[in-house]
């Protein structure tokens, strides 16, 4: 019988019934594992053997084992099976990126400067962005209940079936009316003895870190003034009327007080002869595994960038501070 070029062509069923004999040792097993007869495995191996013109299986011995040959087709038959499921995977992610429509939370201080710069490097995607902002409790809340897709937040807590990547790192300063002027740098204490200290509330995750901090270095700073956003912080700093510990990015997003401002390193400060701890805060990717393909890979590697070449070193030439004063994780 002569076989026409369509029928010398393995089909897939054929294909991964090898793989099944070649991975579990033996046709029954293969056969439990595909959920099919023994005869029928037996079967689809003996077209194999037409279509390639050699015995796949030496059967003198038991139990049989393969034949080079029929090594050298489980070693192809496995890479192109693996590379069909890839095909399929990248085409059904295509057509579901065509109607896409991702929700994307960060807090305030993401959205207001890295948000943008992301916005427009995922403009040339299909998927359709919408971006809120907020702060990070109430960010984690409405990821765990999916109402969100993508969170960008500050907090390191594990939500069931949520995953987190570290996209960067930035340090706290403090922050000083421009015309406060001293020539010697106490401990925080002393310095609220001149400027009341303007806090940011307790229930956003930045001033619970704040507040932890001075927890540890023993300063009891009168509570007076607290806001959850930075703006009303910044303007009464800039205005005279005290100081505050804050962020870069924070100060960037504010940066309209930048002139009235001054930013001091805490390692300025000292306590009993001590020169104060470094005090900082990770931004975190999160999102469910597995089900927005390959966007919070895209997402992650953006801000990484974005970070590392364009808004550290603008951010440290504005505010006087080192060009590498927000960084990213070493690359894997």
């Known amino acids: 019988m002569n076989l026409t070029d369509e ?13 099944a004999v070649m991975e579990t040792g033996s046709v029954s097993d293969a056969a439990r594992l595909l959920r099919i007869s023994q005869a029928a495995v037996s079967q689809r191996i003996k077209q194999l053997e037409t279509i390639f013109s050699t015995p796949l299986l030496d059967r003198s011995t038991r139990p049989a084992q393969p034949t080079a040959a029929g090594q050298r087709l489980f070693e192809n038959a496995k890479d192109l099976l693996t590379r069909s499921d890839q095909m399929m995977e990248s085409v059904r992610n295509v057509s579901r990126a065509k109607r896409m429509i991702v929700r994307f939370g960060c807090v305030d201080s993401f959205a207001a400067t890295i948000g943008p710069l992301l916005i427009k490097a995922l403009a040339s995607s299909s998927h359709q962005i919408r971006l809120w902002s907020g702060i990070t409790p109430t ?93 009303p912080l910044l303007s009464l700093v800039a205005s005279g009327m005290g100081f505050a510990l804050t962020t870069p990015l924070c100060i960037w997003q504010s940066r309209h007080f930048i002139p009235g401002i001054r930013v001091v390193p805490l390692s300025s400060f000292a306590r009993q002869g001590r020169a104060y701890p470094d005090m900082t805060r990770t931004f975190f990717l999160a999102f469910r595994q597995g089900e927005l393909g390959t966007l919070p890979t895209e997402v992650r590697d953006l801000v990484r960038i974005a970070v590392r070449r364009q808004l550290s070193p603008e951010i440290g030439t504005q505010l006087g501070l080192a060009k590498d004063m927000l960084w990213t994780p070493p690359e894997t």
């Open 7 to 19: 029928q010398l062509r393995p089909d897939w069923e054929l294909l991964a019934s090898w793989v």
């Open 139 to 231: 960010l984690d809340a409405q990821i765990e209940g999916r109402q969100l897709d993508l969170a960008v937040t500050t907090s390191v807590m594990s939500l069931p079936g949520i995953s987190r990547e570290q996209l960067f790192t930035e340090a706290y300063y403090a922050v000083l009316p421009a015309s406060f002027e001293v020539s010697k740098f106490g401990s925080l204490l002393d310095l609220s003895r001149h400027l009341q200290f303007i806090r940011y509330s307790a229930r956003s995750v930045i001033g619970q870190q704040v507040d932890e901090y001075l927890q540890r270095t023993g300063d009891a700073l009168e509570r007076t003034c607290e806001f959850d956003a930075t703006d």
